[in-house]
């Protein structure tokens, strides 16, 4: 597969704010697979791999005043001393291209039979290969299913999932000037249990699991980037299923999902303004408390109904609903003339 961006942005937020943004990014993929098929065995191997380079061309007009910056002077008594004085504008530009971002992957699974048409166990190992900092990451995982006569199947999976940040922010995380060529991969340990029920017109499955996140990755003021956060989600999958077969078939959907994170490492702006002696603006997210993501998504229904009313004629319907993303007002806020 290979997929190119490309953008052209023109921000104008407001009087005091321009943003203007070019941008393009490249990505190649590759996979195959290899399977053999035993009487009590099913192995299944693979390779693939990720090629990924991007560009980023940015400018930024700002007139005001940085997050944090005091607008008081103790030694004029306390009194403004910023109305008195011209109001800075600021600009910022920046011409970045990312190096060659290239990750190698290999699997290797095994579906073994353990009691004929009832019991199977799942084995498998995921090995990636980061070219940047020659990191590798290897995840196993494992899985059971417990097959009953009447169609019914239990099942019990868990395993680690890594993920390496190579199209993240453009390719700019594991760049060495921008970025930080040590960052680790993010990874989650997930556990899944699930229940099916095959019918001859219908299919029905719920699953509940759980997932924890470790070397989240997040700004950091000193290194730019950094393995500092950590996540937890949890909830429950259901899916329904009328199969092809008379005039309605269609399927159900629905999502329940808690998700936190926590940052847990950085440098604060008051000890990289001792350190450097430079001024910035507070991090948006909040350090040693939990704080639902920008990408929290509560509740997930979906719908999908198909109605044949003849040979030449059918009715297609399909209906989606999501709780809204999680949103914080403004609710002050100081103009200066």
Known sequence: GYTFHYGDYYFFTDENSVFSIDNWDHLIQYRSDLTYSGKTHKIKTGVGGYYFSGNLDLSITRTGFESGTPTSNPNQGGANFWLQSDVPTRQFEQKYRSKPNILLNYYIQDDIMLVKDRLFWNVGLHIN????????????????????????????????????????????????????????????????LGIEKDWKKYFARIDFFGKY????????????????????????????????????????????????????DRISR?????????????????????????????????????????KKWKLSTTIKFGTGFPYTPVIGRTAYD
């Open 213 to 264: 996140y470790t070397d989240l990755i997040t700004e950091d003021y000193e290194k730019n980037y950094i393995n500092g956060a950590v996540g937890y989600s949890y909830g429950v999958d259901f899916f329904f299923q009328k199969k092809l077969g008379g005039r309605l078939d269609g399927w159900i959907s629905y999502s329940f999902i808690i998700t936190q994170r926590k940052i847990t």
């Open 270 to 310: 008051e000890d990289y303004y001792t350190k450097t002696g430079e001024i910035r603006g507070d991090y948006e997210e909040p350090k040693n408390k939990w704080f639902s993501p920008d990408y929290d998504r509560r509740h997930t229904l979906n719908i999908v109904l198909n109605y044949e009313f003849s």
């Open 129 to 192: 290969w980061l070219e940047a900092g020659g990191q590798v990451g290897f995840d196993p995982r494992m899985g059971f299913k417990l097959s009953f006569k009447n169609g019914l199947d239990l099942k019990l999976a868990a395993g680690i999932f890594s993920q390496f940040p190579i199209t993240k922010e453009f390719g700019r995380v594991l760049d060495d000037k921008y970025g930080n060529p040590d960052i680790k991969p993010e990874k989650s340990y997930h556990v899944v």
